[in-house]
């Protein structure tokens, strides 16, 4: 496997922000996506980008507020707004070697070990 690695996770206030970075090293993948696991939950899906197209999704919760993007060399970030203690958790970066079902954890090849992100009240 590919070793992906996330950073930017930190501790903020309500409606702070955070921008996460996920790093692939040695390959392009055909897409990037980012999990989260709060607490005690499962684990989710958060937003998924494709490196060709560019074609973007977003869980309902993300949507106006977080933003995926690519940046150069294998990067990719996922800006995140207005944030809310809810949105507390391990963030996971995650790689398709071709472009699936965006939100299906077992079509995912490579996961990053994550970043904790805490949002206080």
């Known amino acids: 496997q590919v070793p992906l690695v996330e950073s930017g996770g930190g501790s903020v206030q309500t409606g702070g922000s955070l921008r996460l970075s996920c790093a692939a090293s040695g390959r392009t993948w055909s897409s990037y996506a980012w999990f989260r696991q709060a607490p005690g939950k499962e684990r989710e899906f958060v937003a998924r980008?494709?490196?060709?197209?560019?074609?973007i999704f977003y869980a309902d919760f993300a949507k106006g507020r977080f933003t995926i993007s690519r940046g150069i060399k294998n990067i990719v970030y996922l800006q995140m707004n207005s944030l809310k203690p809810e949105d507390t958790g391990v963030y996971y970066c995650?790689?398709?070697?071709?472009?699936?079902?965006?939100?299906?954890?077992?079509?995912?090849?490579?996961w990053g070990q994550g970043t904790q992100v805490t949002v206080s009240s």
């Open positions: 995650a790689t398709q070697s071709y472009v699936g079902t965006y939100n299906d954890e077992g079509q995912y090849d490579s």
């Open positions: 980008i494709t490196w060709g197209g560019g074609s």
